[in-house]
């Protein structure tokens, strides 16, 4: 009896050519034959070049409003509304184009490693580049599992190289993400940028989990020896891939993931890692995990020695490698693991006014978890040059999709139930602002970290910082004091007092929009100007 061969027809597709979850190196080879600007490289990865667009596009991101959900969604800028008739217009815009291609690829695989929870999604894309990047960032069926995978729960239409028609209303460019929760599918026009899509499956989560009482989390999250597991919030560019990739300890994933009545899972079969400036000496579970099977975007290489340059930013500086989890040695599989006892908040200070680490209060947490304070990193986003001081709630708006509140009230439920910690770990600039501070160099965060994990700061001495009130350790093994209080680090310390008050007077001002849904106890535990 012949194989069935797999089709599209339910999604109005109907070209011949369907490649369903191939092996890695049919990928490679397709790339290699039809996709301009993919190589393979010296260490086996393959090298691929995502467009125009090297970042996301938040501003092209639109929700689709329907019936049941309205009234949920925190609708403004981040979730910006798209009615129906003009998503059908898009998403006939897709079908159309895709129906075009000789040969379209197929990734079925799960979002979430909690079968419990698990979303079952489809990808269809038309470069082999898009469909490797999430075969790596899926979780991958097995072939029994892909034998009984039945109809998707989610389905992503990924047009990336056609073009939004600008001339439609509500189109901001020729580029437009667009989420549907009431067909359950999501269409990508004019932006081959990879992250899109699974950004937009970590948004389809966002939207789901809370819905089941399961805290959806922008985060990377490891476990030691002892089962300990710490979670680590930040955006990108603040360390959470970098910090959660701990040699001495099991990695759970690198930026998304739940937290059930059970404990944390994953969300994703991989990791994204930023590659700038990457070095084995600095990160070698990041740099060895690149390899045959891995994915680097927009990065230079020698074309003769094909060995890449990971300081070359001609391109981007937001250059990227996707690999699955299991590249890197100390990963933890299946990615689930029990209740987090330390929250790590991570942030690139650009003003130099925040320390290294400081201690938080369980006021203060949901204050700096509702505030969400870093620095968008120059590559991360389309147009964003050099950092600039943000405001990002929950520590990743641009991926919520329920208010705020819900999250950080789910946050802080679980961790007063379960007894977890509370800091705040400062990755960015000490001695002065942008253009005169220095970042905090890895070696001492490490060292930072490492006294979080092992318990080594829970019971030193501290000084209240006088303008955010957080407890700062006096001292940290192998970390300098010098470094610890940041007012000691500036040559002008009015200077120093200046620039604190400044960046209090812009968490006060980003915070009136929360009073309204904070207690008075969150509110208080902000900065003191």
């Known amino acids: 009896m012949s194989k069935k061969t797999f089709d599209l027809k339910k999604h109005e597709i109907n070209v011949e050519t369907i490649i369903r979850n191939p092996a890695p190196g049919k990928f490679y080879e397709d790339a290699v034959k039809?996709?301009?600007?993919?190589?393979?490289?010296?260490?086996?990865?393959?090298?691929?070049?995502?467009?125009?667009?090297?970042?996301?596009?938040?501003?092209?991101?639109?929700?689709?409003?329907?019936?049941?959900?309205?009234?949920?969604?925190?609708?403004?800028?981040?979730?910006?509304?798209?009615?129906?008739?003009?998503?059908?217009?898009?998403?006939?815009r897709a079908v159309d184009y895709l129906n075009t291609r000789e040969r379209l690829y197929v990734v079925d695989g799960f979002a979430g490693w909690d079968p419990e929870y698990r979303l079952k999604v489809r990808i269809i894309a038309e470069r082999p580049y898009h469909g490797l990047f999430m075969h790596n960032m899926l979780i991958r069926p097995t072939q029994e599992e892909l034998a009984e995978f039945g109809e998707p729960d989610f389905v992503v239409f990924n047009a990336g190289k056609f073009p939004a028609n600008t001339f439609t209303e509500g189109m901001t460019s020729d580029a437009s993400v667009d989420v549907n929760f009431k067909t359950n599918t999501m269409v990508i026009l004019g932006t081959e940028y990879a992250g899109e899509m699974k950004k937009g499956i970590f948004t389809v989560m966002h939207y789901l989990m809370p819905k089941k009482d399961v805290l959806s989390m922008h985060c990377s999250a490891n476990e030691g020896n002892d089962d300990d597991v710490a979670l680590f919030f930040g955006l990108s560019g603040t360390g959470k891939t970098t910090l959660s990739a701990d040699s001495s300890r099991k990695l759970i994933g690198d930026d998304e993931h739940c937290w059930s009545e059970d404990g944390v899972f994953n969300i994703e079969g991989g990791c994204y890692a930023k590659a700038i400036n990457l070095t084995e000496e600095q990160e070698p579970e990041i740099y060895n995990a690149i390899k045959f099977g891995t994915v680097l975007e927009n990065v230079e290489y020698d074309p003769v020695t094909?060995?890449?340059?990971?300081?070359?930013?001609?391109?981007?500086?937001?250059?990227?490698?996707?690999?699955?989890?299991?590249?890197?040695?100390?990963?933890?599989?299946?990615?689930?693991?029990?209740?987090?006892?330390?929250?790590?908040?991570?942030?690139?200070?650009?003003?130099?006014?925040?320390?290294?680490?400081?201690?938080?209060?369980?006021?203060?947490?949901?204050?700096?978890?509702?505030?969400?304070?870093?620095?968008?990193?120059?590559?991360?986003?389309?147009?964003?040059?050099?950092?600039?001081?943000?405001?990002?709630?929950?520590?990743?708006?641009?991926?919520?999709?329920?208010?705020?509140?819900?999250?950080?009230?789910?946050?802080?439920?679980?961790?007063?139930?379960?007894?977890?910690?509370?800091?705040l770990v400062n990755t960015g600039l000490t001695g002065g602002g942008y253009g005169t501070g220095k970042r905090i160099d890895l070696k001492s965060t490490r060292a930072i970290i490492n006294a979080i994990h092992s318990g080594k700061l829970d019971d030193v001495d501290t000084v209240k910082d006088e303008v955010f009130g957080v407890q700062i350790p006096k001292s940290c093994p192998d970390v300098s004091s010098e470094i610890l209080i940041p007012k000691k680090t500036w040559d002008d310390t009015d200077a120093y007092d200046a620039q604190a008050k400044k960046l209090g007077s812009l968490f006060n001002k980003n915070f009136e929009k929360y009073k309204a849904e904070s207690s008075m106890e969150i509110i208080k535990a902000g900065p003191n100007v």
């Open 34 to 92: 039809y996709d301009p600007g993919s190589v393979i490289t010296d260490n086996g990865a393959l090298v691929v070049r995502s467009g125009k667009r090297t970042g996301r596009s938040p501003a092209d991101k639109r929700v689709v409003k329907t019936d049941g959900i309205e009234e949920n969604i925190w609708w403004g800028d981040i979730n910006i509304p798209l009615d129906e008739h003009t998503y059908k217009i898009n998403h006939r």
């Open 306 to 423: 094909r060995k890449v340059d990971y300081t070359d930013t001609s391109i981007t500086q937001n250059t990227r490698a996707s690999y699955p989890i299991e590249y890197i040695s100390n990963a933890k599989i299946p990615c689930e693991a029990g209740h987090p006892e330390n929250i790590i908040f991570l942030t690139y200070d650009a003003f130099g006014v925040l320390p290294p680490v400081s201690k938080l209060t369980p006021e203060q947490a949901m204050y700096h978890f509702i505030s969400g304070y870093t620095a968008k990193v120059a590559g991360t986003e389309m147009g964003v040059t050099e950092p600039q001081a943000t405001f990002s709630a929950c520590f990743g708006a641009a991926f919520l999709v329920w208010p705020p509140a819900r999250y950080a009230e789910m946050l802080a439920e679980k961790m007063k139930k379960h007894g977890a910690k509370a800091w």
